[in-house]
């Protein structure tokens, strides 16, 4: 997972939605429209997003548990409640 995927996924949770194109002109990404579609198949891929059709996703319950910090992607596994308070932060950030 990237910071990008977490950007990504908080833009998408943000906005009830996303397609490539326009989540590339976001402030809050400025990577290549290709990058953000290659990033978007990767978290297909882990479940965390959910394609409608014509590109634009949605984010799954799984997604949401991720930004949480209550589910891991790598491992794909939902953390139990002492791990996420050692783990990452919400949005899968690990704090110095």
Same mark, same amino acid.
Request: charged share 30%.
């Given at each position: 997972?990237?910071?990008? !995927? !977490?950007? %990504?996924?908080? @833009? @998408?949770?943000? /906005?009830?939605? $996303? #397609? &490539? ?6 402030? #809050? %990404?400025? *990577?290549?429209?290709?990058? *953000?579609? =290659?990033?978007?198949?990767? +978290?297909?891929?882990?479940?965390? +997003?959910?394609?409608? $059709?014509? $590109? *634009?996703?949605? %984010? ?6 991720? +930004?949480?910090?209550?589910? !891991?992607?790598?491992?794909? #596994?939902?953390?139990?409640?002492? !791990?996420?308070?050692? $783990?990452?932060?919400?949005?899968? *950030? =690990? /704090? &110095?």
């Amino acid at each position: 997972m990237t910071l990008w !995927d !977490d950007r %990504i996924l908080e @833009i @998408i949770r943000e /906005e009830g939605s $996303g #397609a &490539p194109t326009e989540l590339s002109e976001h402030e #809050a %990404i400025g *990577v290549s429209k290709q990058h *953000v579609s =290659t990033r978007m198949k990767k +978290l297909r891929e882990h479940g965390l +997003l959910r394609n409608l $059709g014509n $590109g *634009v996703h949605v %984010i799954t319950d799984v997604g949401e548990a991720y +930004l949480e910090g209550e589910y !891991d992607a790598e491992a794909e #596994a939902y953390r139990d409640a002492g !791990d996420a308070q050692d $783990g990452p932060t919400a949005g899968g *950030v =690990t /704090e &110095p």
